[in-house]
Every structure is written in structure tokens, then in C-alpha cells.
């Protein structure tokens, strides 16, 4: 943006028609100015509009495959739509009043809520102490780095799939681990809080790592020589993790804390895959507002209520994001740091 | 972040490919679920044909499979050319006829039972779906078992004990006696569902209407396969879950309602096994559990190709080998008669002469139960309601007004 704002500037100032002062130009002149104005004119717009033209592919396509959709499930959510038989009878609200009065729908959104919780709380936190340690002088530093992004290559299926067995209620290998330490054996598909315990596992399982990175990325740009400074005035490591690292990197760290409540509002593939049936437990005790907003759409059959909780869900993400901005905005400032990281120099890495 | 709906797509298959293969030739698929047999039919298809490829499309559960139909049905598509059908919702397919291709023939004319063909015939008359299987329903159990339990392990001694429900069920908890660590029977909600196949009318009527609140049959069931798992008669695991499936290793369960089809999952899933049997008795006389249609979607652009295929594939002679290779029984008239059925043993199964005991179960079958629109969702949730009493979540009462509740919410 620097580069081209710069680059308007001389043009416009002599292709002004009109000198300062206000004075007509002098006739004699016209004809000599007339091209070049006109040639003026024509890079002086180009300058203006070709950045919106270069930008333009991307907003093109979220219009398609963004907005588009989003309007339509509007125009779905305020229609009888059955999957099959398609569009019925225009009923204004009454989808999302049926909604509002379907205790599933609040059962859904209190386990959704426990689960984002239990994930994106420990999920951002283990990735922050994580990318400190990454952070420091570790031989093969690379290898450490990298292999924290491999829980993220695997696809959620397959996650689900392992983690399927290893949380098996009779035959899994979390509970033979633990009534080998003589306790006893755990529920994992049964209880609610358990349920949510290893649903929020696999998610943080293939979150953290790719979190940890955006993280040590933004720790990285952190000029080294605050560090010096604070160690000689003894600050410890923790001291420092806790006082510079943390507050410098806020920024990024709000981008981390929004993406992740995105994310964990919407977490479906992990509880799906854990229930054969597909509702989330016999009590629907794990069934979450997106596999809810399934089940009205693929088993009900019934698209303008599954419409409904599509746009109620996305309003509850759009609270929850306003509420993160500003509690980690809130939380930042409490530090007294208000300095965004400086020029990339001291940034020795 | 990117959990979005998107991840459904770990159910679908890959996207359209026109139809046609690399060289040219007509590609066909074909989607079906759990096991029907065909991986070599489909061989010897393709090496009949110069012009045609088929392939399968296998899906885990009919759950998964039925999900992936409705999402490409209702998208209009991405369909495979053949798509099998479950019996249990084909009421609810039926009222989207229009969506398939009608496959009347005069060649296939006689080939199914009545009621086979007749399920699959629209009002107009139009023909939807080629009957695959049926699912007559013997009892395996476990020899191996039956033995430490002191019970006799002989097939046709087995037979004699297990005349009425009643029957089994006080032989069962002779068997919990004597081996507590071992269930009688390996689920729950899949004995609720051989006793709910039983009953001609069970959660509609006739003209569809719901009714599964005030059947008393229906509340039977309910209370008598509850009250059972309090006796320690069922495994109390999900039909289809990891554990269930964990438990056919771990000599989880001794018995189990057995249609046709359900040899091959128990020989996939029992692998290494030995003591496996099936006897030549149902309770309470014959039942069905399930059997499929291949259908033709509209949508396809191989409709005539995929139809010769169906027509094949579904012709006694072929359902005979899909017999052989993973137990599912035919609903051809002629493959009924068939020596090769009749004559044909299963080897895991102790050597039973499994086509002769399913040939005599479907004769034992009384009427096919009635299964609307609602059937396969409320079935769903008075499944879920066993299993939160299996799981000591609600007791038998509470399941049964949140069941009544749920009814109630489905419409």
C-alpha cells in the first residue's frame, strides 16, 4: 500500500486541472496539456483502481462461495425446505421459533459451549508454553519444530478413528491403562464430562501443535535485545515469558484465541465419528449445534430448521469472537505494554 | 480452523467423473454397504464386458451409506450409477420415486417373492428397485460356550430350546449362571429390533400414521428387553460400535438374532474365532431383518448401462454366489430351489448347511413387517432409548417418556 500511495501522489499533484490559486489555465496551453492529462488521467486511475482490481479475485470468490451461500440458507431458513422434496411454503420465523422451543437445540448449545472450553482453553495455553520452549536454543531445533505439526497432517477421520479405540468404554486402551493403575475404568462414551474430556482431546491433539507454530512465529519477530536488557535487570525466564513475550505477541495471540473459538463453536467431525449412531450418545449427551444442525437436515430431513440453527450458530460465533476481542484486548493491556513489536532487527532468527 | 460441515465429506466418495474412464470406456459404480458379496461378481462383470468398468463403492454402516444417498440426492448430484437401497428406509425413498429411474422389464418379471417386487412397485405401477437379498433370521451362538455352560452344542438340539423368545430368554439366564462373564446375547437394541421385525405394525399403521406411542407391542419390547440387561443378559453395548465390535473377540456374548447377511460381518468381525454355529429356530417362528434393493438414479448419465448391470447383478445365478461369499440370502424365487443354495455349507460356521437352514427360515417367515416414512427415525430413538437404560443413564421409565417425547418431536 506504501509503495503505491507514494507512486499517486506526483501524478495527481501536476494533472490538476485547476492551479492552486484557482486561476483558469491560459489558453495557448490547453492543446499542449491536453494529451498528456488525458494520458495523466488514465494512470492516475489506473493507480487508483488497479489495487482494488488485483484484490478483487478473492472478494469475487467469497461472494460466490461465501455470501452467496450465507444468503441462501437465509432464504432456506424462512421456508418449508424438506431435503428431498425441496422448497415448501414461505413461514417467515416459525423454523427458528420451533428451533428455539426444541430442548435439543439447548442441549447442543451447552455441550458445544463445555467442549469449546475444554479445547480452546487448554488448546491455547499448552501451545503458548509450548512455543516458549520452541522458542529457545534446542538442538535440532527444526525436527522439534516440525514434528508438532504432524498431529495436524492427519485427517480427522483418522483421528477419530484412533482415538475411537483408544477411548473405548470395554475394550480401549485408556481405560486398560487405568485399571491397571487400579482404577476404575471410565465411560468415555457414557458420561457427559467424559465425553466432552475425550472429544476435547482429540481437537486439542490436532490443534495445538499448528497453533504453537503461528505462536513461535510471532515470538520470533520479538527484538532480542529486550530480552538482554530485561535479564540485566534480572528477570528470570519466566519473568521474561511472562512480561515481554507474552504482551508483545498479543496481537497474534487474539488472532489465535478468535480462529480457535471459530473453530471450536463449529467442531463436528471429532463428535460425529464418535458415536455410531450419529447423535452424540444415547442422551445426546455429546451432540454439539452442528451435528444438531445435522440431524434436523439428514435425518429430519428438514432443511429450513437445520437453516434456522445455521444462522443462530453463526450469530453465537460472531458474540463469542466480540467477547474474545475484547477480553484478550482487555486482558493485554492489564500488562501496561502497549508497544507493538519493533523493526524486525533485532530478530536474530 | 476449518471443522466445518466440510469434514462430512469423510463419508462421500470421490466427485463426478462424467462416466467414463481414461481409454474410453463406460465407467459404472456401484455403492453398497457392509458386505453384499459382490467383489467377484464385479470381476467377472468386467471381464464379460469390452466397453463397460464397474466399480464398487463400499460403505462401513448403511447409517453412512443412507446419509451420503440423501446429501447427493438432494444435491441432485454425485450419485454412483447403482445405489443400494435398505429396506428400512425405503418407505421414506419411495415418496422420491421421481428421483429413480423406473426399471421395469418384462425379463424381470417373477424373478423376486410378491412382496418383494411389490414393495418396490410405485402406485403407477413403476418398478424402482431390483431385490438384492432378504434377511431371514436364524440364532448363532457360540458352541465353545454353550459347552462350559453345560448346554447342548448339537445345531438341532440348540433348535429345540429356542422355540418363543420366552424360551430364549430363561435359557439365557440359565447360561449367565453358570458363565457370568459372558453375555447371552450381543446387544440390546438388536434384540429389540428381531422382536420389533416380528410385529406386522409396530410404529405406523397402515395408512402411516404414528402409532408407536400406544403400541402395546411396541411397549413390550421395550420392557422386556430392559429389564432383561438388568439380569445381566445383554452385553449392553451399541450394535455397529467399536466395542461391540471388540466384543466378538473377547468372547463378549454367547448368541445373536442372525439374518443372512449378518454371516459375513460375524465371520469379519469373530476372525481367529472358533466354536461359531447357527441353529434352525427363531423365536417366536420367523422373522426378517432387513435385505436391500439396487436402485438406478435418474440423475445418472449410464441409466440404460447401469440398468443391464442391476438386472445381472440381482439375477438368481450371481445372488447365489453373493450367497456363498458373504451370507446374503436371496430373494430370487428361482434361486430358492436352487441346489446350489440349498446344498451349500459355511465353513466357519462349523460346516452348517447354511443355505438349507436360511431357505427353511424364509419359508418361516409369517408377514413382512410394515415399514413407513418415520420407520428408520423412530427406530433410531427408541434405540437410543434402550441404550440410555443399558447405560444406567435413565431408568426403564424415564427412557420411555423421553422416547414417547421424541415421537413426539419427530411428528
Avoid at chain 1, 271 to 276: E, G, K, M, S
Avoid at chain 2, 156 to 182: H, I, L, N, S
Amino acid at each position: 500500500m506504501e509503495a503505491g500511495s507514494t507512486a499517486v501522489k506526483p501524478v495527481g499533484d501536476t494533472g490538476a486541472s485547476v492551479s492552486p490559486t484557482g486561476d483558469r489555465p491560459r489558453q495557448p496551453r490547453r492543446d499542449v496539456v491536453r494529451r498528456p492529462a488525458w494520458r495523466q488521467r488514465l494512470s492516475m486511475l489506473d493507480a487508483k483502481v488497479s489495487p482494488y482490481v488485483f484484490v478483487s479475485p478473492f472478494f469475487v470468490l467469497f461472494l460466490v462461495v461465501g455470501m452467496f451461500p450465507l444468503g441462501y440458507t437465509a432464504w432456506v431458513s424462512v421456508h418449508q425446505w424438506g431435503l428431498l422434496s425441496g422448497q415448501g411454503d414461505f413461514t417467515g420465523l416459525e423454523n427458528y421459533r420451533r428451533v428455539l422451543e426444541d430442548r435439543y437445540f439447548w442441549n447442543a448449545l451447552r455441550n458445544t459451549i463445555s467442549i469449546f472450553l475444554l479445547s480452546s482453553i487448554p488448546q491455547v495455553v499448552i501451545a503458548l508454553v509450548l512455543a516458549g520452549l520452541l522458542d529457545t536454543q534446542l538442538r535440532a531445533r527444526t525436527l522439534w519444530r516440525m514434528s508438532v505439526l504432524l498431529p495436524f497432517v492427519v485427517a480427522p477421520a483418522a483421528v477419530a478413528l484412533i482415538f475411537g479405540n483408544v477411548f473405548g468404554d470395554r475394550y480401549g486402551l485408556a481405560n486398560e491403562v487405568i485399571t491397571w493403575i487400579g482404577l476404575e475404568p471410565i465411560r468415555w462414551h457414557v458420561d457427559t464430562l467424559a465425553s466432552h474430556l475425550a472429544i476435547a482431546s482429540m481437537v486439542n491433539w490436532r490443534w495445538t501443535g499448528y497453533n504453537a507454530l503461528i505462536l513461535l512465529a510471532a515470538m520470533q519477530a520479538i527484538p532480542r535485545d529486550v530480552y538482554e536488557s530485561a535479564a540485566l535487570d534480572g528477570a528470570g525466564r519466566v519473568r521474561q515469558f511472562t512480561s515481554i513475550t507474552v504482551p508483545m505477541i498479543r496481537p497474534t495471540v487474539i488472532f489465535v484465541v478468535i480462529t480457535s473459538t471459530i473453530g471450536g463453536l463449529q467442531i463436528f467431525a471429532e463428535p460425529r465419528l464418535f458415536d455410531t449412531q450419529g447423535l452424540g450418545g444415547s442422551d445426546r449427551q455429546y451432540q454439539t449445534l452442528t451435528m444438531y444442525l445435522w440431524e434436523l437436515g439428514w435425518r429430519v430431513r428438514d432443511l429450513g430448521m437445520a437453516s434456522a440453527v445455521a444462522w443462530l450458530l453463526f450469530l453465537i460465533i460472531i458474540v463469542f469472537a466480540l467477547v474474545n476481542l475484547l477480553v484478550s484486548r482487555r486482558a493485554g493491556s492489564l500488562k501496561g505494554v502497549h508497544r507493538r513489536p519493533g523493526s524486525p532487527k533485532g530478530a536474530r532468527r | 480452523m476449518a471443522l466445518t460441515l466440510a469434514t462430512t465429506a469423510a463419508a462421500c466418495g470421490g466427485g463426478d467423473d462424467g462416466g467414463t474412464t481414461a481409454d474410453g470406456k463406460t465407467k459404472l459404480t456401484v455403492a453398497t454397504f457392509n458386505e453384499f458379496g459382490y467383489e467377484e461378481l464385479i470381476e467377472e462383470y468386467n471381464a464379460m464386458q469390452d466397453d463397460v468398468v464397474v466399480e464398487q463403492k463400499k460403505a462401513g454402516t448403511a447409517n453412512e451409506h443412507q446419509d451420503n444417498l440423501y446429501t447427493k440426492l438432494a444435491a441432485g448430484s454425485g450419485l454412483s450409477d447403482i445405489e443400494a437401497i435398505e429396506v428400512d428406509w425405503w418407505a421414506a425413498l419411495m415418496e422420491q420415486s421421481d428421483a429413480f429411474t423406473d426399471l421395469s422389464d418384462p425379463e424381470v418379471e417373477g424373478r423376486w417373492l410378491d412382496w418383494k417386487t411389490e414393495a418396490a412397485t410405485t402406485p403407477d405401477g413403476a418398478l424402482i428397485g431390483y431385490g438384492t437379498d432378504i434377511g431371514p433370521e436364524g440364532i448363532c451362538y457360540r458352541a465353545d460356550l454353550f459347552e462350559k455352560a453345560g448346554m447342548p452344542t448339537d445345531r438341532e438340539k440348540v433348535a429345540e430350546m429356542f422355540g418363543t423368545w420366552d424360551e430364549y430368554f430363561e435359557a439365557g439366564r440359565q447360561f449367565v449362571k453358570k458363565v457370568p462373564d459372558v453375555a447371552w446375547y450381543d446387544s440390546s437394541g438388536a434384540t429389540a429390533q428381531a422382536m420389533i421385525n416380528q410385529v406386522e405394525y409396530s410404529f405406523e399403521d397402515e395408512d402411516n400414521t404414528v402409532i408407536a406411542a400406544d403400541n402395546p407391542e411396541v411397549k413390550e419390547v421395550f420392557d422386556t428387553v430392559t429389564s432383561l440387561s438388568e439380569e445381566g443378559l445383554s452385553t449392553n453395548l451399541v450394535q455397529w460400535s467399536e466395542d461391540w465390535t471388540a466384543s466378538f473377540q473377547d468372547d463378549g456374548f454367547a448368541t445373536m438374532a442372525c439374518p443372512g447377511w449378518m454371516l459375513g460381518v460375524i465371520e469379519g468381525n469373530a476372525d481367529g474365532v472358533e466354536g461359531w454355529d447357527i441353529a434352525n429356530v427363531f423365536p417366536g417362528g420367523g422373522g426378517n431383518w432387513g435385505g436391500s434393493y439396487l436402485t438406478v438414479p435418474a440423475q445418472g448419465d449410464n441409466v440404460e448401462e447401469a440398468k443391464e448391470l442391476a438386472k445381472w447383478l440381482t439375477a438368481p445365478e450371481q445372488q447365489i454366489k453373493a450367497f456363498e461369499a458373504k451370507g446374503t440370502f436371496p430373494s430370487q424365487v428361482d434361486a430358492l430351489e436352487d441346489p446350489a443354495l440349498t446344498e451349500s455349507t459355511n465353513e466357519f460356521f462349523n460346516g452348517a448347511p447354511t443355505g438349507q437352514i436360511l431357505a427353511d427360515r424364509a419359508e418361516a417367515v409369517p408377514f413382512i413387517a410394515h415399514k413407513g416414512p418415520k420407520f428408520a427415525d423412530i427406530n433410531t430413538a427408541f434405540q437410543q432409548a434402550i441404550q440410555r437404560v443399558d447405560e444406567g443413564k435413565e431408568s426403564a421409565d424415564e427412557a420411555w417418556d423421553s422416547f414417547l417425547a421424541d415421537v413426539e418431536r419427530l411428528g
